[in-house]
């Protein structure tokens, strides 16, 4: 049984800093590209970026140079770095792969605000 579980969150300030984390459970992450998503209040589930299995990234506008993916295949492990965040980043994240096609973890509050 695959589990995704999300941590790292918390309250921080505009302009600040977080590091989450993705751990995967069941010997998973040498299979698939992986991927953040966030989903904000009222709004829908929305991609982040992903990262590949040889590790090549790539990120939607709105975060792009603020937010870095990476990963650790050894420990099935994916990491996302954000910096300068702003307040329009408040949302819970999650991790799956690219496809969405893993059961969805519980995911991490990150609420951006002074």
């Known amino acids: 049984q695959v589990q995704l579980v999300e941590s790292g969150g918390g309250l921080v300030q505009p302009g600040g800093s977080l590091r989450l984390s993705c751990a995967a459970s069941?010997?998973?992450?040498?299979?698939?590209?992986m991927a953040w998503f966030r989903q904000a209040p009222g709004n829908e589930r929305e991609f982040v970026g992903f990262?590949?299995?040889?590790?090549?990234?790539n990120y939607e506008e709105p975060v792009k140079g603020r937010f870095t993916i990476s990963r650790d295949n050894t420990k099935d492990m994916m990491y996302l770095q954000m910096s300068n965040l702003k307040p329009e980043d408040t949302a819970i994240y999650y991790c799956?792969?690219?496809?969405?096609?893993?059961?969805w973890g519980q995911g991490t509050q990150v609420t951006v605000s002074a």
């Open positions: 799956n792969n690219l496809a969405r096609s893993l059961p």
């Open positions: 069941g010997n998973i992450f040498s299979l698939y590209a």
């Open positions: 990262v590949t299995l040889g590790g090549v990234t």
